[in-house]
């Protein structure tokens, strides 16, 4: 049978203040923008989260448990949903006790550490982890790091983390000639699986849904489930990962993504050797049949697929430099409060609004950027940085 993989992101930032200055460091410590935070929290909960997931839980009531979902819900737009959206976490758990929904781990604060920090890395998947076993009452079998940012050291590391399944992205460069349809397993692992996203059929939903320039505009639901059936004789899973905010945000309402999706289970699981599972499901039934080598990261972002929207400028550089070279200063601290505003300016997003590469997806990085420019998001970032330096080495001289 061939498995239909649906995994979706649901990740929301903690925004800071636009208007944080240079003659706000040493006086003002309220660095991020609850109106912002408030306002676009209940904007997409109102679009996507709350219509979305009583979709998905219809659509689990109606095939009755024959279709099913996976999700990872960062740690910060978890904290946001509590404070602004409680129902949408509910609608979560209502999800969970269907049975028919996978939660995946991932960094708390959809971070870069583990590509600067180990140690924080493994804090943060700890927090994530322990937040999904409050939240759902299951530990996560499956693990996927921020925006898909994968290599072999980072298999290797989740493996000895106890993890059973991980995500990436199907780049080329690492399948060559092979097709993401299939179970595989790390370069460098043992026991560890990996479920790659097939990059083409995700993105026709998550971003050429709603362009009518694209040749196969509109797409219905049965022309999407045709191409899955295409696969029979030549794969055993379709991993279709993309952002939850696919529904409602990034593609309307009235683009008619909802009455796409609501279409769709029934016409893939009209052919009697398809089925949907989750990505646990799907490894715990199938053996790997070959060994992928990704000794350079990949992600799932832009037309590079690399960690090119965050790291590689000047700016973004310095940045997450200064961010991490105070991470020793902050936890000698003891100050929780302090901690958690370092942590939370680790979100990648704050190093994505300096990205300067217009070039190539200039317009995703426009509609995901608050900023005027590059330069303006550093600025603030910097702005906020050097005052929470300053702030720790007040608290430090404080305890002598």
């Given amino acids: 049978m061939v498995s239909v993989c649906f995994y979706f992101q649901v990740h929301q930032p903690f925004r800071l203040r636009k208007d944080y200055s240079f003659f706000d460091i040493g006086s ?20 996507c989260y709350i219509p979305a997931n009583t979709m998905m839980l219809d659509l689990i009531r109606e095939f009755q448990g024959d279709f099913r979902i996976s999700y990872s819900i960062t740690g910060t737009v978890i904290d946001q ?36 920090s180990r140690a924080e890395f493994r804090r943060q998947v700890d ?45 080329n460069r690492i399948l060559g000639w092979r097709t993401p349809n299939f179970v595989y397993q790390p370069a460098g692992t043992h026991k560890i699986k990996l479920l790659l996203k097939n990059y083409s059929l995700s993105d026709d939903i998550a971003f050429r849904f709603s362009n009518r320039d694209w040749n196969e505009w509109p797409l219905l639901s049965n022309t999407f489930a045709d191409w899955l059936h295409a696969v029979r004789g030549n794969g055993e899973t379709i991993n279709l990962f993309m952002d939850y905010e696919t529904f409602g945000e990034h593609q309307w309402e009235d683009t008619g993504v909802f009455d796409f999706f609501r279409d769709l ?34 992600s799932w972002a832009d037309l590079e697929r690399d960690t090119s929207a965050w790291l590689g400028n000047d700016l973004q550089d310095s940045a997450i430099e200064y961010l991490y070279s105070l991470e020793e200063a902050v936890y ?49 970032y910097m702005n906020v940085l050097n005052d929470l330096n300053e702030q720790i080495k007040h608290h430090s001289k404080s305890q002598l």
């Avoid at 980072?154 to 106890?162: P, S, T």
Wanted: hydrophobic share 35%.
């Fill in 332 to 380: 000698l601290t003891g100050n929780p409060d302090l901690i958690e505003v370092w942590r939370r300016l680790q979100t990648s997003d704050h190093f994505y609004y300096m990205c300067t590469k217009w070039f190539s997806d200039g317009d995703v990085h426009k509609y995901f950027n608050p900023y005027e420019s590059p330069h303006q998001a550093y600025i603030t």
């Fill in 81 to 116: 949903l509590r404070r602004y959206n409680p129902e949408v976490l509910d609608l979560f758990r209502e999800l969970n006790e269907t049975g028919c929904v996978e939660f995946i781990n991932e960094t708390y604060y959809h971070s870069l550490s583990f590509l600067f």
């Fill in 28 to 47: 003002n410590h309220f660095y991020e923008d609850e109106e912002a935070n408030r306002e676009i929290c209940n904007k997409v909960s109102a679009k």
């Fill in 265 to 298: 289970p029934g016409k893939v699981l009209a052919l009697s050797d398809f089925r949907f599972q989750t990505p646990a499901e799907v490894t715990a039934e199938n053996n790997p049949i070959a060994k992928i080598n990704a000794p350079d990261f990949v």
């Fill in 127 to 171: 927090k994530h982890r322990q937040t999904m076993e409050e939240l759902f009452g299951k530990t996560p079998q499956t693990f996927r790091n921020t925006e898909l940012i994968y290599n072999n050291d980072l298999a290797a590391e989740i493996e000895d983390m106890g993890y059973k399944t991980i995500l990436a992205e199907g780049a």
